[in-house]
């Protein structure tokens, strides 16, 4: 099966047995639409094979008989794109009829932190409600109920990156366009540029989580923060949901143990009841292929949102 991560800067795809990544290749995600999406349809028939045995075979050239792409935005339920926020010109566009069109097999899209909910489903902790927190450039969720993964109605199930924490009128703004949603305290741009306005300099997460671990105060300071953040939104999920666990991936999951003792601390001081408070917070152990995992088991898990209507 092919997973197909497309991201804001490069897009890659992969063969999946399981939970494995056997074979994966990246292209820089550059160009119009159209350019893109002959670009993806290349590249995933470029790592395509068959299975035969357990043992894989790669041709140079091959078809693949189902596809699934992970996204960073919404699509409705046949694979139209509502919003790509970070690569402009793809609303509207009928992302899997467009792929479907080009490789000539089944394809199903979806938001990046709902197949990667669905990769922990399948292969991660194995919860039966849970919700994943992707920590990264963003901030996405995708929802796991009675071993389901929730799509929405609409597509936007999970999207707790713009869940409200600051009313204030001049709260921080999110790449959504609103003011304090919890990404704009929470994502990568934030946490780098609140260091930078506490005099510090890191070019990456794992810069900041470098000069925690070296003492650096500051540093320290914003990862209290992010987790004071994400607690603070992540304690009125939990106050409606009552989860198995809250799980945790995307690269920024790697400094995890710096944001969970405040994130705890909130937790425990605004659960509605003691327990919810002491719900698990988890890292998977997938947590570096869950989106691509995910994405390749779109029309093939029968918890998978797409699985009885994938065309």
Known sequence: MIGVDFGGT?????????????????????????ELLDAIATLVKSVAGSAEGGTARFGRDSSPSQVGVAFPGECDDRGRVYRLPNVPGFEGVALADELRARLGCRVAVENDATTAALGELAFGHGKASFLMVTLGTGVGGGVVIDRRVRRGANGFGGEIGHVPIDKRDDAPKCGCGLRGCVEAFAGTAAILARFRALGGEAKEPRDLAKAARDGDANARRV?????????????????????DAIVFAGGISASF??????????????????????????????????????????????ESPWYEAAP
Do not use: C, Y
């Not at 890659?12 to 292209?27: F, H, M, P, R, Y």
């Not at 004071?228 to 009552?242: H, I, P």
């Not at 944001?259 to 937790?267: H, K, V």
């Open 10 to 34: 490069r897009i890659k795809a992969g063969v999946v047995d399981g939970s494995t990544l056997v074979k994966s290749a990246a292209i820089p995600t550059r160009g119009t639409p159209s």
């Open 223 to 243: 990862w209290n923060e992010m987790g004071d953040a994400l607690g603070f939104m992540l304690t009125s999920v939990q106050n409606v949901l009552d989860l």
């Open 257 to 302: 143990d710096l944001i969970e003792p405040s994130l705890r601390e909130r937790l425990r001081a605004r659960a509605h009841a003691k327990p919810l408070g002491e719900v698990p917070l988890l890292v998977s152990p997938i947590a570096d292929r869950a989106g691509i995992v995910g994405a390749a088991h779109l029309l093939s898990r029968p």
